[in-house]
């Protein structure tokens, strides 16, 4: 397709048809675990941990989007790495910016240049906290907030970031290795490629949610970390309104918005639990076929003893177990690649470009450069 005038080398490299260049960053992912988990920047973060919350100083780990879901994919290793020591908390970067905590801030910024980001790691330095980054772009702006920084690999090409999400959950298993929970290389890819070997059965479920006029995401434990980012995908490349809420935030009321136009999809990959889980979302199911919207699940068995099938509408992914990797870092690496596939899968049925996320669009280009045409001062 001919360059218009706005498409600067700025934007992802816009294609005419598929493939998309999001599927080709999706099966790039198996091939980052071994260089971020052998990043030796990792374990001076983890030093940086260490020295914080041994003296009762917080730990942040902060961002926006899809990194904001990295943070978060961050945090939920790291506090069982420190085996109760301390619990390590993802904030919103706007919001980290607003109210700064000493002790370690950690930016998640794939492209290094979110301004949110940038300024939230300034205002913890100015708190006194010591501050690291993860990103994929060593010379942004964000690397010169950082004391320590682990730069991954790979550029994410598409604007629907799928690397953008699995590098922080990749460097997140690399600090926790040096807290002392292991996360080995091999292992991670293999989760990652058995994964990746779930497209058909994806792509079953996908045709059979397509056409549905929103999206409802439902996880508990690492899992509600997954749902928020499957959500973002669904309405950054589907352009489909999407939800994500907490196994007990829907069985406590907010089914009122649901409906026949809505599909409900449930993931359960964390196998941290004696039952619970499954069988609350059991129940969850339930209630959504009772209303007469349509359902899927992205599971590992383990993780979903006794989940009836019977409510289960649009089909159940089986993601292979990775029983050599931490358990967070196990659900988290199960989960992204069926999420980010799930998305594609929906991509192509909606014949939509999911790379430059609606930007070819000029009302959409537009409201891009009203929210980054300045940011406000702080501190």
Not at 274 to 279: D, L
Request: charge should be negative.
């Amino acid at each position: 397709m001919p360059h218009a005038d706005w498409h600067t080398d700025d934007f992802p490299e816009f294609r005419a048809a598929p493939p998309w260049v999001m599927e080709e960053m999706i099966a790039s992912g198996p091939g980052l675990a071994a260089p971020i988990l052998g990043d030796p920047a990792a374990a001076r973060i983890a030093e940086l941990v260490t020295n914080a919350t041994g003296r009762g100083a917080p730990v942040a780990v902060v961002g926006c989007g899809t990194s904001e879901h990295g943070a978060m994919a961050v945090a939920e290793q790291l506090t069982p790495a420190l085996a109760g020591r301390a619990v390590v908390h993802a904030r919103q970067a706007f919001e980290a910016m607003l109210e700064p905590w000493p002790g370690v801030c950690i930016g998640i910024s794939h492209e290094g240049g979110t301004a949110a980001t940038v300024a939230a790691m300034q205002s913890a330095r100015r708190a006194g906290a010591t501050v690291a980054l993860v990103t994929a772009a060593a010379g942004a702006a964000a690397a010169g907030a950082a004391d320590q920084t682990i730069v991954t690999p790979l550029r994410d090409r598409s604007w629907c970031h799928t690397v953008g999400y699995l590098s922080p959950v990749l460097a997140g298993a690399a600090v926790a290795g040096g807290l002392g929970s292991a996360a080995d290389a091999g292992a991670a890819e293999r989760a990652l490629s058995s994964a990746m070997a779930t497209r058909d059965a994806v792509r079953s479920m996908a045709q059979a949610l397509h056409g549905v006029e929103r999206f409802l995401t439902v996880g508990s434990g690492a899992d509600r970390i997954a749902a928020r980012e499957l959500a973002l995908k669904i309405e950054e490349g589907v352009r489909v309104p999407a939800t994500a809420r907490d196994l007990e935030t829907i069985l406590h009321g907010h089914w009122v918005a649901v409906d026949e136009g809505t599909a409900v999809i449930l993931l359960l990959t964390d196998a941290r639990d004696g039952g619970a889980r499954p069988a609350r979302a059991g129940q969850m199911l339930r209630a959504a076929r009772a209303i007469g919207a349509r359902t899927a699940a992205i599971v590992v068995p383990s993780a979903a003893p006794g989940l009836p099938m019977d409510p289960i509408s649009s089909g159940s992914v089986d993601v292979p177990e990775a029983p050599d990797l931490p358990a967070a870092t196990a659900s988290l690496l199960a989960s992204a690649p069926a999420l980010q596939l799930l998305t594609l899968e929906l991509v192509h049925l909606a014949g939509v470009n999911p790379d430059l996320i609606r930007r070819e669009e000029a009302p959409y280009r537009e409201a891009a450069q009203i929210a980054e045409s300045g940011f406000p001062p702080h501190g």
